[in-house]
Structures are given as structure tokens and as C-alpha cells.
T-cell receptor
């Protein structure tokens, strides 16, 4: 069965520092992988997605993620965090958008001034 | 605003009452999804429509839950005889499905249900 694990429930970083959010997945075939961000009271916004090809994926807002098949990981990174990045981040895996997509429990990011 | 809209944003109801939520997808999107998100968890898939056809329902969708998408436009999610365990954020998303792959699913802001 497919599943997603986000090991860090809560992360705090200083503004301007680098960020890495971890995501490990379990999937029986070649996965489609996604990172979404959710601000308080808002819906989910897609940051980036991986379907195939280059394993380093660039997204919006300066985020990137790297697919590592050998480690079953799809970690999200940003070189310099801004205060507006404070939010909840969700990793998801599936064969396609929607009915076959499974989300992790999320990582809450706090940014210190 | 041309995004996915959900109504109401918040609903407080007494246990045992029925509630209905509405989702208006992006106009050209043929696929519509409902998810439930409880505190501290990621969204869980509930059901999925392609146009007006409900193609899949999760086992999470008990017989107290029903969803419709008449005419393939807006969708409603009804919960009958609400229970405290139904308290959650109900998220709707839509996408433009196409042969050979799907485009991004866009999420609404959700309806937060509190059952007291």
C-alpha cells in the first residue's frame, strides 16, 4: 500500500537560513510525488511535482525538491527562508492527482525573525 | 475570482443534524475531488467525480455521506445524522483531466465543520 511519512512534525528556522523538509514514501510502482503548502485558513497550493525525468525539480517561491529512488525520499529544500514561508507543508504520493493520492501528516514550519 | 470556492467556510452544528456543503470548481475543470482533513493530519481522499459521474468513493465515506455533482458543474457533500467524529475540514479540489496525464489539482479554502 502506498504511504507517505513526514518525520518532522514541527520545524523552526531563522529567517534567511536554509530549509530542508523530509519526505519518505512507500509505493509499489514509479510514483508521482508532490509538495503542497497550506497557510492558516487557506486551501492547499501546489509547490512542485515530480513525474519523471530530472530528479531535481524546481517549484514556485524558490523551492526545489530532489527525488531519490534508492532512499524512497523526496525532500523539499529552500536556500533562504522568508517569514512568509511559515505554513504547513504536505508531501503526497500517487499515480495521478486525486483519487490515488496519499498525503503525509504534514510539517509545520515556524520562521524566527 | 476564478479559483475553487467552497461554501460555507465554517459550519457549527449539533450532533444528529444534517449538513450540506457546496463546492464550485474552476469552470473548465471536469474533475472534482472531496477530501477530509482532521487536525494534525494530511487530507484524506473521500470521493471523486469526472463530469457528473461519481467514479470512486473511499471507505471513509460511510452511508451517512453522500455527494452529488449534477450537470457536471458544482458539487454538494451532505452528511446526515452528524457525529462528533465528523468534525474536520472538508476540502474540495478540481482539475482538468486529460488523456495521457492530469494537470494540477487546485484546492478550495475548505469548509470547517464543528459538531457539538
Amino acid at each position: 500500500a502506498q504511504s507517505v511519512t513526514q518525520p518532522d512534525i514541527h520545524i523552526t528556522v531563522s529567517e534567511g537560513a536554509s530549509l530542508e523538509l523530509r519526505c519518505n514514501y512507500s509505493y509499489g510502482a514509479t510514483p508521482y510525488l508532490f509538495w503542497y503548502v497550506q497557510s492558516p485558513g487557506q486551501g492547499l497550493q501546489l509547490l512542485l511535482k515530480y513525474f519523471s525525468g530530472d530528479t531535481l525539480v524546481q517549484g514556485i517561491k524558490g523551492f526545489e525538491a530532489e527525488f531519490k529512488r534508492s532512499q524512497s525520499s523526496f525532500n523539499l529544500r529552500k536556500p533562504s527562508v522568508h517569514w512568509s514561508d511559515a505554513a504547513e507543508y504536505f508531501c503526497a504520493v500517487g499515480a495521478r492527482f486525486g483519487n490515488d493520492m496519499r498525503f503525509g501528516a504534514g510539517t509545520r514550519l515556524t520562521v524566527k525573525p | 475570482d476564478t479559483g475553487v470556492s467552497q461554501d460555507p467556510r465554517h459550519k457549527i452544528t449539533k450532533r444528529g443534524q444534517n449538513v450540506t456543503f457546496r463546492c464550485d470548481p474552476i469552470s473548465e475543470h471536469n474533475r472534482l475531488y472531496w477530501y477530509r482533513q482532521t487536525l494534525g493530519q494530511g487530507p484524506e481522499f473521500l470521493t471523486y467525480f469526472q463530469n457528473e459521474a461519481q467514479l470512486e468513493k473511499s471507505r471513509l465515506l460511510s452511508d451517512r455521506f453522500s455527494a452529488e455533482r449534477p450537470k457536471g458543474s458544482f458539487s454538494t457533500l451532505e452528511i446526515q445524522r452528524t457525529e462528533q467524529g465528523d468534525s474536520a475540514m472538508y476540502l474540495c479540489a478540481s482539475s482538468l483531466g486529460e488523456t495521457g496525464g492530469e494537470r494540477e489539482a487546485f484546492f478550495g479554502q475548505g469548509t470547517r465543520l464543528t459538531v457539538v
